[in-house]
């Protein structure tokens, strides 16, 4: 059956960078689109990443242009998230999320996600 | 950005009640090609978010039938026939029309 685990969660200090990872196993991962979305303690799900199949094509939320870069390796079925100049407002439980097809921006299945805090 | 306005907030079910949660959309999702771009999450407590519906009304792999998704344009409804006790969570409407990806805040259910 499909899995996605995350990985690379941790404790940072703000300004500072962070790589998460996320590993599929269970389905063909070059056939998908694959996302990133984070939940802020207590708080409500914000979809953060997209990229394409084939990695051609990526999108984010304003919030994280020009610190954040989505990229994968499909030849490791592995998903990652570069998190650069964090902020105490990057604080949240970051989660890998598979499309249900190639790029509908529905998502189909979820990993258990990993935790991020920023904080000095 | 498409703001998703989501009632009620907190919703509770006695077991074996019906329950609905609405979604309304600052922008009509329905797309040129006849498809509203609509998709409803639950997030069960401590667990990561699974999927129930994609384009308001078919439902994701192994959801069942007491669970029904509507609507179109700009306001839709998830219903549940009869609530049961593992459906307490929180559900989530997310617009997939245009970029970015945004979210409902979400409606609790609990049961009474």
């Known amino acids: 059956q499909v899995q996605l685990v995350e990985s690379g969660g941790g404790v940072v200090q703000p300004g500072r960078s962070l790589r998460l990872s996320c590993a599929a196993s269970?389905?063909?991962?070059?056939?998908?689109?694959m996302h990133w979305v984070r939940q802020a303690p207590g708080k409500g799900l914000e979809w953060v990443a997209f990229?394409?199949?084939?990695?051609?094509?990526?999108d984010y939320i304003d919030s994280v242009k020009g610190r954040f870069t989505i990229s994968r390796d499909n030849s490791q079925d592995t998903l990652y998230l570069h998190m650069n100049s964090l902020r105490a407002e990057d604080t949240a439980v970051y989660f890998c999320?598979?499309?249900?097809?190639?790029?509908?921006?529905?998502?189909?299945?979820w990993g258990q996600g990993t935790p991020v805090t920023v904080s000095s | 950005d498409i703001v998703m306005t989501q009632s009620p907030v907190s919703l509770a079910v006695t077991p074996g009640e019906p329950a609905s949660i609405s979604c309304r959309s600052s922008?009509?999702?329905?797309?040129?090609?006849?498809?509203?771009?609509l998709d409803w999450y639950l997030q069960r407590p401590g667990q990561s978010p699974q999927h129930l519906f994609y384009?308001?009304?078919n439902r994701a792999s192994g959801v069942p039938d007491r669970f029904s998704g509507s609507g179109s344009g700009t306001d839709f409804t998830l219903k549940i026939s009869t609530v049961e006790a593992e459906d307490v969570g929180v559900y989530y409407c997310?617009?997939?029309?245009?970029?970015?990806?945004?979210f409902g805040g979400g409606t609790k259910v609990e049961i009474k």
């Open positions: 922008k009509s999702l329905l797309h040129s090609d006849g498809y509203n771009y």
């Open positions: 990229i394409s199949f084939d990695g051609s094509n990526k």
């Open positions: 269970g389905f063909p991962f070059s056939g998908y689109a």
């Open positions: 997310m617009q997939t029309l245009q970029t970015p990806t945004t």
């Open positions: 384009l308001a009304f």
């Open positions: 999320a598979r499309d249900r097809t190639g790029s509908s921006g529905s998502l189909s299945d």
